[in-house]
């Protein structure tokens, strides 16, 4: 007989799953046509800005939570994954439109956080349980953040922005596994796998599926770099304007 706890656990592509996915499939929708309506108007800064505090504001709280749960250590809540990171990004770059923070949340949102919508780890109650709801509504805001930034304000990457988040991310990835080392944590899954299971059971062993990953983020974020700057290269030349290396 299933127990009312086990029937109350979240399940990957349950119920719950697929209704999250048709709100972030909307929600992305929504994102661009808010963008677009206030493209190069005083009120797009204004949405940007309100964008920004709703999703810092939810970080905030977020990370006050993890940091007095009785059940997790102090070591354990640095806000040190990816994914907490690039909501404090996120909400920067929509506060600010700083281009490296821009650029953080293109790659980083656009790559590595759709994978906890897809490939989710999570052990927790389902819906409607207060740990689901702070789950999935960082986890899409950050996504509709780089769409909204992307496809509706209209802010697009170069190569430079490239390069300049393949240094930040390599950064991170050497201080995460410093204190992985150290502390016995695993911030970016870099040390081990998920005990869970997730999509790096498909790369091979440590340490390289760390290699195989890095491979497959270096060549994604390549193309999805390359059709923004092939656009660029493209008008420059049809109005006889030599392109300048980005």
């Known amino acids: ?12 592509y349950g119920l719950s799953h697929w209704a999250v996915l048709v709100v972030f499939a909307a929600g992305a929708a929504a994102a661009v046509r808010v963008g677009r309506a206030h493209r190069h108007s005083p009120a797009q800064r204004r949405v940007s800005r309100g964008f920004g505090v709703v999703l810092l504001a939810l970080d905030v709280a977020a990370l006050a ?3 007095t749960a009785r059940e997790t250590s102090l070591v354990d809540s640095v806000p040190l994954h990816l994914s907490d990171l690039a ?3 996120a909400a920067y770059a929509l506060l ?12 980083w949102c656009l790559t590595l956080s759709p994978q906890a919508l897809f490939f ?11 740990e689901f709801l702070a789950f999935w509504s960082l986890h899409l805001l950050v996504v509709w953040a ?4 992307t496809w509706g304000v209209g802010l697009h990457p170069t190569w430079r922005d490239y390069r300049t988040t393949v240094v930040i991310t390599a ?17 970016g899954f870099l040390n081990r796998k998920p005990e869970s299971g997730s999509v790096l059971d498909l790369l091979g062993p440590w340490p390289w599926y760390v290699v195989a990953e890095v491979a497959l983020i270096l060549a994604t974020w ?3 770099t390359w059709p923004w700057t092939w656009r660029r290269d493209r008008t420059h030349r049809s109005d006889g304007v030599g392109g300048l290396p980005t």
């Open 1 to 12: 007989m299933i127990t009312t706890a086990a029937q109350d656990q979240f399940t990957a």
């Open 65 to 67: 939570y993890t940091l």
């Open 87 to 89: 909501g404090f990004v």
């Open 96 to 107: 600010t439109h700083s281009r490296r923070a821009v650029a953080l949340t293109y790659y």
């Open 120 to 130: 989710p780890v999570l052990d927790s109650p389902d819906f409607p349980h207060h």
């Open 146 to 149: 780089a769409v909204y930034l």
């Open 171 to 187: 950064c991170w990835a050497a201080t995460a596994m410093l204190v992985n080392s150290a502390t016995g944590t695993n911030y």
């Open 222 to 224: 390549a193309l999805l």
